[in-house]
């Protein structure tokens, strides 16, 4: 082979494109280049994390100023102004894209603005142009995938739904994972009612049980029409707005219908096959343990090898990736234990394995739970109430699940995760005094398990 340009060539400007990068280039001396069409960041940036936590923190005023009036306030109930609410969202949003863009100049990666398409292990094309590079790394993520149904055309995924040019009053959200329920929850805090479908039996299909029935009567409290065992016929544009037929013959009528049903690996066009890249049934690219692809030479990490789809995820891969190229290699991912958020309201938070998948693997454990009303709401008139579950194996003491529905899940989990990593069993969690008065405190002193 010719005496390459590049030490590595990045597809994609995401977050784990991006850490591989800025790692190989500033840590390592790599040459290295980064190849990516559309903004720097990918999708927790553009049209993911990033926004939606945005979103998530301003449908929560409304509920606040209700609440307020439980602790003396009050004053005219604000209203949304959607027009100023995307603009400050989009502003911070290009503020974040030139940061990237300055992290990876700041490195030394050249950044080409174009598509690119592998031509061999050790070659790739952007803009007409071939560069050459001892390793190549995909990290192009994955994309919403609305099925095919009469109408599918009319239905928006969560790509679009954060510059839809009408707030819409009524949304309907098709889906039961993460994604769909925190955006219903969203848009019912900003003010829309919101009908949301999901064809299984319970929302949240992989999370704790216990979470899974807790969260969705929580959101049920807040306004959300959740229907469990429903789901779409037909679309059709109306004069009245977009009329959905459901397959048990009713209908919802909606302003805007948000497909969040799934995520497939963006790969399409990427001349992977042509290449040689093995890929799954659902496009995405089969990776050993060293991220490697069937073809030696090109790699792959984070959202388009399908493995855990999460942007910590793909950082961390980035890193092992990296290190394994061009350090030790001694970097290790061990994709236990990955402490997860979900931004419904109220949030969840979970570490570990949930109660079902502990009894499977550990046999015997103890289950301890408790359920209340938080101290805020003792004043503030709302009925939420907050969920928390530890999971014990019987033999070793060990909390190998943490479980929590209620405010700030993931700042109060986070810490959390770090015992649990360390081991921590739950005479440590016993001999830990709490902070008085928390949520989270409650965490230390359950003592009795449940039957």
């Known amino acids: 082979m010719p005496d390459p340009t590049y030490d590595l060539f990045v597809i994609g400007a995401g977050s784990g494109g991006v850490r591989a990068a800025r790692m190989a280039a500033s840590q390592y001396g790599a040459r290295v280049a980064v190849a990516e069409p559309a903004a720097l960041g990918g999708t927790c940036v553009n049209v993911g994390c990033i926004p939606k936590k945005l979103y998530s923190f301003a449908a929560h005023y409304a509920e606040a100023f ?45 950044v080409l603005r174009g ?4 031509k061999g292990p050790n070659a790739v094309e952007v803009n007409g142009e071939v560069h050459r590079a001892r390793h190549i790394l995909v990290a ?37 994972g993460y994604i769909a329920c925190e955006f219903a929850s969203i848009f019912t805090g900003l003010g829309s009612h919101v009908t ?68 497939a690996p963006n790969t399409a066009g990427l001349g992977l096959e042509e290449a040689g890249v093995k890929l799954a049934l659902s496009g995405a690219v089969v990776v050993d343990e060293h ?95 907050t969920l928390m579950k530890l999971v014990v194996a019987d033999a070793s003491d060990r909390v190998v699940g943490l479980h929590m529905v209620g405010a700030d899940a993931g700042e109060i989990v986070q810490g959390f995760a770090v015992a649990m990593r360390a081991g921590a069993t739950k005479a440590v969690f016993d001999a830990t005094l709490g902070i008085h008065p928390t949520v989270a405190e409650e965490f230390v002193t359950m003592r009795t398990p449940v039957a």
């Open 291 to 385: 991220y490697q692809s069937s073809v030696p030479g090109i790699h792959a990490l984070g959202d388009v090898t399908a493995r855990v789809q999460l942007t910590p995820v793909a950082l961390a891969e980035a890193m092992v990736l990296v290190d394994h190229l061009f350090g030790a290699g001694q970097r290790r991912l061990d994709y236990e234990l990955i402490p997860t958020a979900v931004f419904t309201h109220p949030n969840i938070g979970t570490v570990g394995l949930t109660e079902a998948q502990a009894r499977q693997r550990l046999g015997a454990v103890r289950i301890y739970r408790s359920e209340f009303r938080a101290l805020r709401h003792t004043l503030s008139g709302s009925t939420e109430r």
């Open 66 to 110: 209700e609440e307020s009036h439980g602790f003396g306030w009050s004053g005219a109930a604000p209203t949304l102004d959607w027009a100023q609410l995307k603009a400050n969202r989009a502003r911070e949003i290009t503020r974040l894209n030139g940061i990237y863009g300055g992290l990876l100049s700041g490195a030394g990666v050249t």
């Open 140 to 176: 192009t993520g994955g994309w919403p995938v609305v099925p095919p149904l009469p109408g599918s055309e009319h239905a928006i995924t969560s790509n679009e739904v954060f510059d839809l040019k009408d707030f819409p009053k009524r949304l309907l959200v098709v889906g039961g």
């Open 196 to 263: 949301q479908l999901y064809r299984g039996e319970q929302v949240l299909r992989g999370f704790d049980d216990d979470v899974r029935h807790f969260v969705a009567d929580e959101m049920r409290k807040k306004g959300v029409d959740l229907r469990t065992r429903s789901d779409v016929a037909s679309i059709e544009k109306a004069a009245d707005g977009l009329r959905v037929a459901l397959k048990d013959g009713t209908q919802v009528v909606a302003d805007s219908v948000l497909y969040a049903t799934g995520r």
């Open 115 to 118: 598509s690119a398409t592998v």
